[in-house]
């Protein structure tokens, strides 16, 4: 079993920045991949960017790309998901995942949420124009 704890999230300006991280505890040896998610209410999650924990390798969604970037902290268990020039179509809740098979590459992004078991609550980000 594999707990996450997402926080970062906040209120900013457009263009802003914002670090969000994911606390992962229990059995993560086995998660080769770690993502985040992205969800408005009554709205279908979306992939934000994915991590492949055996050689690192990141995947982002087009919307996010060059402004998002995903790494992680072994030392720390920690996930994190850097976002620069956030736009207000940003808004969402954050959610971090992890799962113990590989990650398929930008597959994982599109209507794949259901190939992940582990889930954290979510963190609020909230972008003013």
């Known amino acids: 079993q594999v707990q996450l704890v997402e926080s970062g999230g906040d209120s900013v300006q457009a263009g802003g920045s914002l670090r969000l991280s994911c606390a992962i505890s229990?059995?993560?040896?086995?998660?080769?991949?770690m993502g985040w998610f992205r969800q408005d209410p009554g709205k279908e999650r979306e992939g934000v960017a994915v991590?492949?924990?055996?050689?690192?390798?990141?995947y982002y969604a087009d919307s996010v790309k060059g402004r998002f970037t995903i790494s992680r902290d072994n030392a720390r268990n920690t996930l994190y998901l850097q976002m620069n020039s956030l736009k207000p179509e940003d808004t969402t809740i954050y959610y971090c995942?992890?799962?113990?098979?590989?990650?398929?590459?930008?597959?994982?992004?599109?209507?794949?949420?259901?190939?992940?078991?582990?889930w954290g609550q979510g963190t609020q980000v909230t972008v003013s124009s």
């Open positions: 995942a992890a799962r113990r098979q590989t990650c398929l590459g930008s597959e994982d992004l599109y209507g794949r949420t259901w190939a992940f078991a582990d």
């Open positions: 229990g059995s993560t040896s086995n998660r080769r991949c």
């Open positions: 991590l492949e924990t055996r050689d690192d390798n990141t």
